[in-house]
């Protein structure tokens, strides 16, 4: 029997076509995103429109800017031969002239070093705590600043020896994020003393007894807690430490300093200024406002009566009234709260100031972490036989932090840029105070783009990188799938 | 044999004070209540002792002496003889009405941004980013010094406006002219716009000190009134819809009642809008707006608008996507599934950060004392307060206003939360 073959069997399948032209690639990119509808289509039009003449002016404005002249009449007259006579550019020769004066206010030039040092030291100390001690990153944030350290330094034409002191320093600390990242903590304890020290000076022995004072702080907290309670232990600790700083610490360190007189020149406060006052005023207020935020907010939380209702009456008092006023508080009235012939600094008042206005917010937002964890984790730390604070520490700070960390950093945001206001009060901040004096100047009177660009520039940077940091630190601890 | 009844009755000794919880919590407090009234009492006494070492008291009375100085902008009639509490007043309004057009402006601002953030145009929502990106992370300080800046030092003074007869004569155009028709002016003293006046006005009582237009209080309650009679024929025309199916068209008649009687009645006392006119150094007539104002708004609506505009993105984001999907499936166009069903969950959301920013706004209106803007921290707690030296009287009264002020904000707001929030059993 004849069996009929097949004239033609595929042996292959056939690959999978492309699709048509106007479903794949730039094109369908073109019609989904820009040209999706008539309506879509003209707001895409306008916009481009939009962004092409905002580029097109502001483009050659940024480019042709000059950067070496004296006066603003000298930059419009360059600006005018080389360009034409109706043309426009920016005058960046202000800034080249004035830079230093934005970042370290009057802060004396022979000392920059300092400022920086206490500056890249920040990062390094900040490094153990943004990043966990993750070896490679710590390493790398390390040697980081500290190559960026030396460009500084050799650019601001710090002499040799303090070079040479930064070097040692930084490849010191570099070895140690490398052998013990989780080791770099203890620079992160030490640093408000460091800091202190290196940008108002004095002498060396006045942070170290106020370092010893915490030490003494620590040690009875930790001797006691077990018997008496965490919160009693705390009284005392803090009321020990109080007469140590309060009534010994200035013998001892007095008697220290006369004994070995190691410090650096004392700089005054009110030669701090630009940048400079931004950071120290932004930097301490963020650190010192956060535990006392997280302390507010449990008190709000708490089932004592007169705690809840102090901790309520503060802060609904601090969120109620606008920021400026507190400042006013701290440069006009604290005076009179204080006895009599107290004088303390006008930075440090208004640091204590604008600490408690943030922790008040702070305080908010992590009772939103705390009133957003589900009852069962109170509970089951109940279960657990764990007392208040241990359940707090383990099992809730933990979760409600997390929570709340897109709301904290906005608070920090906020309270960065807050630090412009003190110049309401009289402190040379980067954007009143520092531009003022430089618009006042009767050669660049006149000019106005260029100071404010490169001040926003900059807060633009800080804040951005806070918020992406912010950001980095949600995915990060994201535990759920959601 | 013996039972214990009962565990063996414990008796209080001293140091369950401290180590029993159930006693703990009553000694924390007491102690913690004695710091409490230790600290205020050292405050006080320290207060009494610096007013003491000053020759001051406290004292309020300054509020009713002479203020003698100038306010640029006045809601209510002040002169320099005008008395202290006066100022503050006329300072406490000017605060409310940048307070007020900015919540405004800040609103339709941000609910654009954060819509058009989502869209689906690449262009439009990436260039949405960048607004609200720049504006959340600039101070505002820097955004109202600059809009303050730029308005009075890169606008014409008035004279550059001027046409004299030798540049008729030469075809000569003035170096700044008008907009509008003609009919605003943006000169380096400030903003000149039209101003609605009467040929034949009404005349005016005054009532505690508040000028009352008569003309004014009668078109509000006329469109009050109009607007009473449309919202009644609205509900009758739904009852006819109940009833029979079928909607009666009644939109042009409920516009018809709303408009017509105030027209009427201002075309009946000469309506009509004086235009600023150049006359000597400086435009007259009109309503002449400050630039500190026009900056102060500016840049708080601008900066407002971008965290509004995260809030309603946020709030958009967080209705769910089936939401969205079911209008779609029921054939309802993205414009009108965003105005429908979007927009109004979504709000729930967006009510509680847009009243923290409401408040933030009006909190923030005391920078503009960076501009010299004379608000209430301005007015009491400025000039005020440097001219009569009572710092503790003037700061306690000013963060008591503002305290209230937000208080009453928030409770208006929160009133409009309970109002619109989704009613669960």
Redesign the interface.
């Known amino acids: 029997m004849e069996t009929a073959t097949p004239i033609f069997v595929r042996n292959e399948m056939l690959g999978p076509k492309e699709p048509p032209t106007s479903q794949r690639g730039v094109v369908k990119w073109f019609r989904?995103?820009?040209f999706?509808t008539p309506l879509?289509s003209i707001?895409?039009v306008i916009?481009?429109a939009?962004?092409y003449l905002v580029l097109k002016t502001v483009v050659p404005w940024v480019w042709n800017g000059v950067w070496t002249a004296s006066s603003l009449s000298e930059c419009r007259q360059i600006i005018a031969e080389t360009l034409g006579p109706d043309s426009h550019a920016a005058c960046w020769a202000m800034i080249a002239e004035r830079w230093k004066q934005f970042i370290y206010g009057f802060y004396p030039m022979d000392s920059y070093w300092r400022p920086t040092l206490a500056f890249a030291l920040m990062f390094v100390a900040l490094a153990p705590v943004l990043y966990f001690g993750i070896r490679h990153i710590n390493v790398r944030m390390v040697g980081a600043v500290g190559v960026l350290l030396m460009i500084a330094l050799w650019g601001l034409g710090t002499d040799g020896a303090h070079i040479g002191l930064a070097l040692v320093l930084m490849a010191a600390l570099t070895a140690v994020a490398w052998v013990a990242p989780k080791k770099l903590v203890w620079l992160t304890l030490l640093y408000p003393a460091i800091g202190f020290f290196l940008l108002w000076g004095g002498s060396v022995w006045g942070p170290v007894g106020a370092l010893l004072g915490f030490v003494i702080l620590a040690f009875v907290w930790l001797g006691l807690q077990r018997q008496?309670?965490v919160?009693?232990a705390g009284?005392i600790a803090l009321i020990t430490a109080a007469v140590w700083w309060l009534s010994v610490q200035t013998h001892v360190t007095g008697a220290l300093h006369a004994a070995m007189p190691i410090g650096l020149p004392p700089v005054r406060s009110d030669q701090f200024g630009g940048f400079l006052l931004a950071f120290v005023i932004g930097v301490t207020a963020i650190a010192a406002s956060l535990p006392i935020g997280i302390l507010l907010a449990l008190g709000r939380r708490s089932?004592?009566?007169?705690?809840k209702t102090?901790s309520v009456g503060f802060i609904e008092?601090v969120?109620?009234?606008?920021?400026?006023?507190m400042l006013?508080?701290a440069s006009?009235?604290l005076?009179?709260?204080?006895?009599?012939q107290t004088n303390f600094d006008l930075i440090l008042r208004v640091i204590i100031l604008v600490t408690l206005f943030s922790a008040a917010y702070i305080a908010e937002v992590i009772r939103g972490g705390l009133a957003a964890l589900p009852r069962g984790q109170y509970e089951a730390a109940d279960a657990l036989g764990l007392d208040y604070w241990q359940a707090q520490r383990l099992i809730i700070m933990p979760q409600a932090l997390k929570i709340s960390i897109p709301g904290i950093v906005s608070s920090f945001?906020g309270l960065f840029?807050?630090t412009?206001?003190v110049?309401?009060v009289g402190l040379a901040d980067p954007?009143?105070g520092i531009?003022k004096i430089a618009r006042a100047d009767i050669n660049w009177k006149?000019i106005?783009w260029e100071p404010?660009l490169f001040?926003?520039l900059i807060?633009?940077a800080c804040?951005?990188s806070m918020?992406r940091y912010s950001m980095y630190l949600e995915r990060k601890l994201k535990r759920d799938h959601r | 044999m013996a039972y214990v009844a009962d565990a063996p009755k414990e008796t209080f000794r001293l140091s369950m004070l401290?180590?029993d919880t159930r006693y703990?919590?009553i000694t924390?407090?007491v102690?913690?209540?004695i710091l409490?009234l230790l600290f205020v009492g050292w405050?006080a006494d320290?207060?009494i002792?610096?007013?003491a070492?000053k020759d001051k008291d406290i004292n309020f009375s300054f509020l009713w002496n002479r203020a003698g100085y100038d306010i640029g902008q006045q809601l209510i009639p002040y002169t320099n003889d005008s008395t202290h509490s006066r100022a503050a007043v006329v300072g406490l309004l000017n605060t409310l009405v940048v307070a007020f057009f900015g919540c405004i402006f800040a609103t339709i601002l941000g609910v654009f941004a954060g819509v058009l953030r989502l869209?689906?145009?690449?262009?439009?929502s990436r260039?949405m980013t960048v607004y609200v990106?720049?504006f959340?992370?600039?101070?505002?300080?820097?955004w109202i010094?600059?809009s303050f800046?730029?308005l009075s030092?890169v606008t014409s003074p008035p004279n550059a406006f001027r046409l004299t007869d030798e540049m008729i004569a030469s075809g000569q155009e003035p170096a700044a002219s008008m907009l509008f028709n003609d009919s605003v002016a943006i000169t380096n003293r400030g903003t000149d716009i039209p101003w609605p006046l009467l040929e034949r006005p009404m005349g005016g009582a005054e009532f505690a000190g508040v000028p009352i237009n008569f003309a004014v209080v009668i078109s509000l309650l006329l469109l009050a009134a109009s607007v009473y009679v449309a919202r009644r024929n609205s509900q009758r025309a739904r009852k006819t819809q109940e009833e029979t199916g079928e909607r009666p068209v009644v939109w042009w008649q409920n516009l018809l009642v709303v408009v017509l009687p105030v027209a009427a009645f201002l075309a009946w006392r000469g309506f009509h809008l004086e235009y600023p006119e150049l006359k000597g150094f400086n435009f007259r007539g009109g309503l002449s707006i400050a630039h500190s104002f026009t900056a102060l708004l500016i840049a708080l609506s601008l900066y407002t608008g971008a965290f509004i505009a995260e809030a309603v993105r946020a709030g958009i984001l967080a209705i769910s996507k089936g939401q969205t999907e079911a209008a779609y499936a029921l054939g309802i166009r993205p414009g009108r599934t965003m105005r429908l069903v979007v927009l109004p969950q979504a709000l729930r959301v967006i009510i509680p950060p847009l009243i923290s920013q409401y408040?933030n706004l009006t909190?923030?209106t005391?920078?503009g004392?960076?501009i010299s803007y004379l608000d209430l921290?301005g007015t009491l707690?400025g000039i005020t307060?440097n001219q009569t030296g009572r710092?503790?009287e003037c700061?306690m009264l000013?963060?008591g206003i503002?305290?209230i002020l937000?208080?009453i904000i928030s409770s208006v707001m929160n009133a409009f939360n309970a109002a619109v929030k989704l009613k669960e059993r």
Do not use: H
């Open positions: 989904e995103n820009l999706s879509n707001l895409t916009g481009v939009f962004v008496v309670g919160v009693v009284g089932d004592m009566f007169l705690i102090m008092f969120r109620g009234v606008p920021l400026i006023t006013f508080v006009l009235l005076q009179y709260f204080l006895p009599p945001i840029k807050d412009t206001l110049a309401l954007l009143q531009t006149g106005y404010y001040v926003g807060f633009f804040c951005f918020s | 401290i180590y703990r919590s924390i407090q102690i913690v209540l409490a405050l320290n207060t002792k610096n007013l070492a869209s689906n145009n690449w262009v439009v260039i990106e720049t959340r992370n600039v101070p505002l300080l820097l010094i600059l800046t730029i030092e408040l909190k923030n005391t920078l004392m960076a921290k707690g307060l710092e503790l700061m000013m963060m503002y305290l937000s208080l």
